[in-house]
Each structure stands twice: as C-alpha cells, then as structure tokens.
C-alpha cells in the first residue's frame, strides 16, 4: 500500500501476507521517483504538441508490463494526473493477485485499471495486433530487457515513451566483450566510462529495433544508477529518418595503455551534387574508356547505387516539406577516420561499440 503520512514524504509497502514471495525491492524508489517525473514531463510535452498541431488534450495510457506487486502501477495512477488507464501485467498470478489488491486498497477506481497474468511480449503482441497502442510502456525486468524490447516497441503509440531499466551490468560493463556482442549486439570497453559506454550501446541497439519496425528513437534521459540502467526514449514514426541512423552509430577505438580514444562513424553525410552522376557519364565518353562487361556491370551497380540515394534525398525532400530537414544531402561511408596506434603514448588500440553517438 501507500500511505501518506502527515507532514511526511510517501511510503511504498506491500499488502502481503507472505513478505518477499512476490518481487519488492524498496532500493528502486528513486527509480519510481525519476519514472513519475519524466512520465508527467512526457504528458506536458506530448499535449503541447498535439495543441501545436490544432489538436486537443488528451489522457494517457500507460502499460506495466512487469508490475510484480503492482506498487508502480499504484504510484503512477495516484502520482500522475491525466492517467486515463493503466494495464499491469506480470506472469506470476500470485503477483497478479497482489497487484490487484494493491490496486483496490489504494483507491485507484476499477475502471482506470486493468490486470492481466500473461507473458508479457504475449500481451504487447496482442495489443499491437489489436490496435491498441500505449502512450508509455514500462518494463522493469530482471536483468536484461532485450526479450521484451521489439514487442514493446510495437505497442507503442507513435511518439510514445518507452521506460526501460537494465541491471545486468555485469553483461554491459565487463572484460568479456563476446558475451555483450552476442546479447547487445556491440561491444564494452571497459574502462572508467564504461556506464556511459552500456547506455550508448543500449540506445544504438533500441534504435536498430525500432528501425526494424520504421521507427526512430529519441533519447529523453538516459541514467545509470547504482546497479542500473534506466532509459526513457521516445520511439516515432519515421522511414525517413531511419536513413539517418547510420549517422548516430560509431565504433570506439580505445587505447589500452591511457585514457585517449577515437570514434569512427558508420555514417557521414555530404553535400547532395545532383549533376556528377551526368558529369561522370560524359568524363567516360570523352575519354573514350573502353570497358568490359564486367566493369559495366559495376557501374551500372554503381549509378543504382546513386539512383537509390537520389530517391533516399528525394524522400528526403519530402520530409523537408514537413520541416524534418533542411537542406539537400546524401548519405554515404564514413571514411576512416582513426589513427593505427594511439597518437598520445602511441599504445595498441582495441575496438568497442557500436555505440549511439
Ligand atoms: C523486477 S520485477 C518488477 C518490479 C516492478 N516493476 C516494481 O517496480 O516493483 C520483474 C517481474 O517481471 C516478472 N516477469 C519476468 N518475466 C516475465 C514475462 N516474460 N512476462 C511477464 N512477467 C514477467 C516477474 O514475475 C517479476 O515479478
Ligand atoms: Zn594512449
């Protein structure tokens, strides 16, 4: 339950006749606390777009999908204003039942709360196939979230808010990079910014998902606490953007022997030059290149190639009419852009990432 006490900040507890036989960890309060802020932040952000756009306020919805005792549920409906409903599910009916009882003794109307015992990427699938999209998802696993992440994804509305923790530190900052590169998907360098290092990480592959699903994220807060890390990104709509996430991914060279390190982008961007394709085709006739079959294969390879980025600049064109961007440019390579050997003490250089940048 929660009680208020007179002059007093709020206490978090359990209706449990069996303490300790659902999870409770009292140390998460401040990630509860940091939760309730940053979902109240999300409503006052997400009506002042719609009001931008002529459109009127509405309530939220919000989806617990690992509520264990429902005490974050109970939180966020008596914390947050502008909750029109709250699903909390988790997978132990014994933990249902409690969450329900929590629920109830804390006042919160039957007709704001729903509660289910399901798998919980059973329960987004079927949201998501039922067209019923969330305004925030929360997961709060036991170590990793990755099981959760794309169906959670899913499920949400777009520019909706995804709160997601990771404890498995042990994973994302340890000397065993090959364990975090078959989970992650990247690899750790572990060295004093290691924390940052896994947030970065978290957010490259959370982004690689959404792509996946023609979505994009935005980072909102991204913390390291204690033993955990705890993430709030907006997830939206946008094949067009996806383009540009190539831009926001680079690998870490780090010197073994100090602290220098250099990054090196998958991605870069350059200006859009819509001429050199003819200019290019007029370079080989004057010159009277004779090529072979093969050679004209890769060039007609190449100038799909350059077709293709025309249509992404295109595309591109189209977003700038919405005002997503600006001016013309196209994607391409990154070039090398590393030293061989560490430039300060001229140490061995080891690679980590991808990393969001
Ligand atoms: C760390 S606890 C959640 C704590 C809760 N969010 C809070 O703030 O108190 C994780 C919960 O996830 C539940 N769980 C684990 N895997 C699940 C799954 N695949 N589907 C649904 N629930 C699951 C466990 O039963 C456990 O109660
Ligand atoms: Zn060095």
New binding site residues.
């Given amino acids: 339950m929660i009680k208020k006490e007179k002059g007093k900040k709020r206490i978090a507890n359990e209706i449990n006749e069996d303490p300790g036989a659902?999870?409770?960890?009292p140390v998460?309060e401040f990630n509860?606390d940091i939760s309730i802020a940053v979902i109240r932040e999300h409503i006052k952000v997400t009506n002042e777009e719609r009001a931008a756009k002529g459109k009127e306020e509405r309530d939220i919805t919000i989806l617990?999908?690992?509520?264990?005792?429902g005490?974050?549920s109970v939180r966020y409906m008596k914390e947050i204003d502008k909750v029109e409903k709250i699903v909390c599910?988790?997978?132990?009916p014994v933990?249902v039942e409690l969450m329900n009882k929590n629920l109830e003794h804390n006042g919160v109307p039957a007709e704001k709360y729903e509660t289910f015992a399901?798998?919980?990427?059973h329960l987004m699938n079927k949201m998501r196939a039922d067209k019923r999209l969330f305004d925030v998802i929360d997961l709060?696993?036991?170590g990793t979230a990755i099981?959760f992440l794309e169906s959670a994804i899913g499920a949400l509305r777009n520019g909706g808010l995804l709160a997601v923790t990771f404890t498995d530190m042990a994973v994302l900052c340890a000397r065993r990079p090959h364990v975090c590169a078959y989970k992650y998907g990247s690899a750790p360098l572990p060295n004093r910014y290691c924390h940052e290092f896994a947030l970065r990480m978290v957010l490259n592959m959370i982004n690689q998902m959404a792509n996946r699903h023609g979505r994009i994220i935005e980072p909102v807060l991204s913390l390291t606490v204690d033993f955990y890390l705890r993430l709030f990104i907006r997830v939206r709509e946008s094949p067009i953007r996806c383009h540009r996430s190539i831009l926001k991914s680079s690998h870490v060279y780090q010197c073994q022997d100090c602290e220098s390190h250099w990054f090196q982008p998958m991605g870069r961007e350059v200006p859009y030059q819509p001429k050199s394709q003819r200019d290019l085709g007029k370079k080989y006739k004057s010159q009277g290149k004779k090529r072979d079959n093969k050679a004209s294969k890769d060039d007609n390879d190449e100038a799909q190639e350059e077709t293709n980025q025309i249509e992404e600049v295109n595309d591109k064109d189209e977003e700038a009419k919405q005002g997503e961007a600006t001016e013309q440019t196209r994607i391409t390579q990154a070039r090398v852009a590393v030293p061989s050997k560490c430039k300060v003490c001229d140490g061995i250089l080891v690679i980590g990432g991808p990393i969001w940048n």
């Fill in positions: 659902v999870f409770y960890n998460q509860r617990e999908a690992l509520a264990a005792t005490l974050r599910n988790d997978w132990d933990a399901q798998d919980a990427v709060d696993p036991y099981p």
